[in-house]
């Protein structure tokens, strides 16, 4: 697993809670650092990608196992 | 990216309808939008201090019921008192079971992501309505003052 400065436990959230976290969690970090989110919405998903091209933050990684979606954001420079 | 900008009208007073502009606008903010919601008429009552959202059955063939008594239940039961406080319990159920936001919590991350509220002056005064009543994070305008917001906005609803 690539490596990640900070982890956000977005698990049991609704759209759009783990997107609003991750913006949070995104302000904390410096550019280059990378956040790691783990979520249970299956919507997340397509939401991440959004986020990532709109914000400019790198969607590094974007997976599932059992049930739950873990996603790699690098924060934008 | 130079910011886009989303202007909302919000005029339902409902927990249902509530939600959209406070999701709509707290997403637009993280993805780097500039925000402003105008609340006008009932839209009033979700920036009131003490939140008293309720959502209703009754002239609502849409709003899924449990254990199906949408299909048996006759449309004038939902005028039974009481039927309006029950769903809204429900409702609430449902909301904290599926892990969705409170509209309290969503207000709240918009305040803190700074999105622009503003109270319509007129209605408020139609309603006679005391600024006090109002969360103090807000804004009073007219239409003018929604214009001048959204005259340069990429996005525009009224909800």
């Known amino acids: 697993m690539p490596e990640h400065d900070q982890e956000l436990d977005a698990r049991g959230l609704n759209c759009p809670l783990p997107i ?12 280059g650092q990378v956040l790691r989110i783990l979520a249970t919405d299956p919507g997340s998903v397509k939401d991440f990608e959004a986020f990532a091209q709109q914000t400019g933050n790198e969607l590094l990684e974007s997976t599932e196992k059992d049930g739950e979606f873990h996603f790699l954001l690098r924060k934008a420079g | 990216m130079a910011d886009k900008k989303l202007a909302i009208i919000a005029t339902k007073g ?50 899924p019921m449990p254990m199906g008594m949408n299909k048996w239940f006759p449309v004038l039961g939902t005028t039974i008192p009481g039927m309006e406080s029950m769903m809204t319990t429900m409702m609430k159920q449902k909301i904290k079971a599926k892990g969705v936001a409170t509209i309290e919590e969503l207000r709240d991350l918009c305040i803190e992501a700074e999105v622009r509220l503003v109270g319509c002056q007129m209605t408020i005064d139609l309603f006679d309505m005391k600024r006090e009543d109002l969360i103090d994070n807000i ?17 525009t609803l009224f909800i």
């Open chain 1, 20 to 31: 609003l976290r991750a913006k949070k969690a995104l302000n904390d970090l410096t550019s």
């Open chain 2, 139 to 155: 804004e009073l305008g007219g239409a003018a003052t929604f214009f001048e917001f959204a005259g340069d906005a990429d996005v």
């Open chain 2, 14 to 63: 409902t927990l249902d309808w509530a939600y959209p502009p406070f999701i709509l606008a707290s997403t637009a903010s993280a993805l780097g939008y500039q925000t402003c919601i105008f609340f006008t008429f009932y839209g009033l009552q979700l920036i009131k201090k003490k939140l008293d959202l309720k959502v209703s059955p009754l002239g609502n063939p849409g709003m």
